[in-house]
C-alpha cells in the first residue's frame, strides 16, 4: 500500500512540474526579482527540480536496495531529471510563449544535485544505523 501511495505522489508530482513549467503565467507572476543575486525564476527552477530524487527515492525502493544499487539509482535519477529539464526547455523554446534558457537547465541540474547529495548522506546515515543495530 505504501510503495502504491508513493508512486501516485511520483505522478502527482510530475504532473505538478509540468504544469509549472508549461502553462502560460505572464501577468500573473512576477519572476523577474532577485533573491541574493539570483534570478527568482531560477530559484523556481531549482525548488521544482529539488524534490524530483526525494520523490523517485520514495517510490522506487526495489532499484535503491543495496549500497551498489543506491549510488547506480542516484545517478540514474540525476540523469533523467537533466533530461526531462533538457525536454522541457525545448518544448518551452516552441511554445511561443515561454523561453528555452540554459541557464533554467543549469538551476534544474543544481536542485537534482542538491537532492540527490542529500539523500547520499541520509542513506549514509541510515546504513550506519542499520550496522549498528544488527
Request: proline residues 2%; glycine residues 8%; positive net charge.
Amino acid at each position: 500500500m505504501r510503495g502504491k501511495l508513493f508512486k501516485i505522489l511520483f505522478f502527482i508530482y510530475l504532473t505538478g512540474l509540468c504544469f509549472c513549467c508549461f502553462w502560460n503565467f505572464r501577468g500573473s507572476i512576477g519572476l523577474d526579482n532577485d533573491l541574493w543575486g539570483i534570478r527568482m525564476d531560477k530559484v523556481v527552477h531549482f525548488l521544482l527540480f529539488f524534490p524530483l530524487p526525494i520523490v523517485s527515492y520514495m517510490a522506487f525502493p526495489h532499484l535503491r536496495n543495496t549500497s551498489g544499487r543506491y549510488l547506480k539509482f542516484s545517478i540514474l535519477s540525476v540523469a533523467a531529471g537533466v533530461l526531462l529539464g533538457a525536454v522541457i526547455e525545448l518544448i518551452q523554446g516552441w511554445s511561443g510563449y515561454r523561453s528555452c534558457d540554459m541557464a533554467d537547465l543549469l538551476a534544474d541540474f543544481c536542485g537534482l544535485v542538491s537532492a540527490a547529495l542529500l539523500l547520499q548522506v541520509y542513506e549514509a546515515f541510515i546504513r550506519r544505523k542499520r550496522r549498528k543495530t544488527a
